[in-house]
């Protein structure tokens, strides 16, 4: 395993564990807890596609995998936006993990591309 391939596992399953910690700390509302689940399933979904790829048998597969990452990137930013300009969470408190998604979202869209071509 290269060392940027390791790095990206580590941080993909820290991402979901500050999801889980973030998700544990949303106040008990209904709203609050239905756009959490969402965030919870799509957040620490990133790091377990990543995994797959990561055994991937063939470029195709891994291509679909960090696909499938990245649309899961893309689903976690929209609930994050929704936690926020709903007022359920301060936007103080989401810019790290925002900001989180956004790298990670430019780093998948830079494997998939650099897969594709290769």
Request: charged fraction near 30%; glycine fraction near 4%; hydrophobic fraction near 40%.
């Amino acid at each position: 395993m290269q060392k940027d391939e390791s790095n990206l596992r580590d941080r993909t399953k820290t991402f979901a564990v500050r999801i889980v910690r973030m998700f544990s700390a949303l106040p008990k509302t209904t709203e609050a807890q239905v756009l959490g689940k969402q965030l919870l399933r799509s957040g620490t979904s990133v790091g377990a596609n990543y995994r797959e790829a990561f055994r991937a048998r063939s470029k195709a597969e891994f291509v679909a995998k960090c696909g499938d990452s990245l649309r899961e990137l893309e689903e976690s930013a929209y609930w994050l936006e929704l936690l926020e300009e709903a007022g359920i969470v301060s936007a103080e408190k989401l810019a790290p993990l925002r900001q989180e998604c956004k790298e990670l979202t430019a780093i998948f869209v830079t494997i998939v591309k650099r897969a594709k071509n290769e």
